[in-house]
T-cell receptor, first 117, second 116 residues
Framework: AQKVTQAQTEISVVEKEDVTLDCVYETRDTTYYLFWYKQPPSGELVFLIRRNSFDEQNEISGRYSWNFQKSTSSFNFTITASQVVDSAVYFCALSEDGSGNTGKLIFGQGTTLQVKP | DAGVIQSPRHEVTEMGQEVTLRCKPISGHNSLFWYRQTMMRGLELLIYFNNNVPIDDSGMPEDRFSAKMPNASFSTLKIQPSEPRDSAVYFC??????????????FGPGTRLTVL
């Protein structure tokens, strides 16, 4: 069965520190998709990145970077020089290949990141 | 462009009352998903529609929950009768292509439901 584990429940850092959020997934599919979403205190879910299982290149977007490693079934997210505005709950998700190629998302439990000034 | 729109944003009701949550997907999107978020269970899929047709409702907790999508631009999630354990944030999400795993789901702002 598909599963996403975010072992870090809460992380607290001081502004300008780098922080890495871990995500480990389980799937028997050879083709799958991984996502990261951000949920700020206002509550909405904001899409950050999508990665498919055939593309193991790391991705960088400003202060955000993602490290995808199939060998360890991990898709970790690093924020460089964290800012207070990065404080949020971050979710890792896996796109499930159910019957009919559904696109159903399996979410991890989320990591709460607190960035202190 | 407008994102996914949900209403109401907050709903407080008493046990036994009927509750209707509404969602307008992004224009041109053909799949719609309803999720529920609670502290205990996290984010879980309730039901999803492709081209207005319900495809998988296995996540709907009980017969008290029902969802409809009468047209491409509107969906409702109804709880009748509501119970305190239904208190949660309910999210609606939409994607462009039906049944495509790679397609990104864009979420609405959510409806925070409190059942007293």
């Amino acid at each position: 069965a598909q599963k996403v584990t975010q072992a870090q429940t809460e992380i607290s850092v001081v502004e300008k520190e780098d922080v890495t959020l871990d995500c480990v997934y389980e799937t028997r599919d050879t083709t799958y998709y991984l996502f990261w979403y951000k949920q700020p205190p206002s509550g909405e879910l904001v899409f950050l990145i999508r990665r498919n299982s055939f593309d193991e290149q790391n991705e960088i977007s400003g202060r955000y970077s993602w490290n995808f490693q199939k060998s360890t079934s991990s898709f970790n997210f690093t924020i460089t020089a964290s800012q207070v505005v990065d404080s949020a709950v971050y979710f890792c998700a896996l796109s499930e290949d159910g019957s009919g190629n559904t696109g159903k998302l399996i979410f991890g439990q989320g990591t709460t990141l607190q960035v202190k000034p | 462009d407008a994102g996914v729109i949900q209403s109401p944003r907050h709903e407080v009701t008493e046990m036994g009352q009927e509750v209707t949550l509404r969602c307008k997907p992004i224009s041109g999107h053909n799949s719609l998903f309803w999720y529920r978020q609670t502290m205990m269970r996290g984010l879980e899929l309730l039901i999803y529609f492709n081209n207005n047709v319900p495809i998988d409702d296995s996540g709907m907790p009980e017969d008290r929950f029902s969802a409809k999508m009468p047209n491409a631009s509107f969906s409702t999630l109804k709880i009748q009768p509501s119970e305190p354990r239904d208190s949660a944030v309910y999210f609606c999400a939409s994607t462009v292509k039906p049944g495509q795993r790679e397609d990104t789901q864009y979420f609405g702002p959510g409806t925070r439901l409190t059942v007293l």
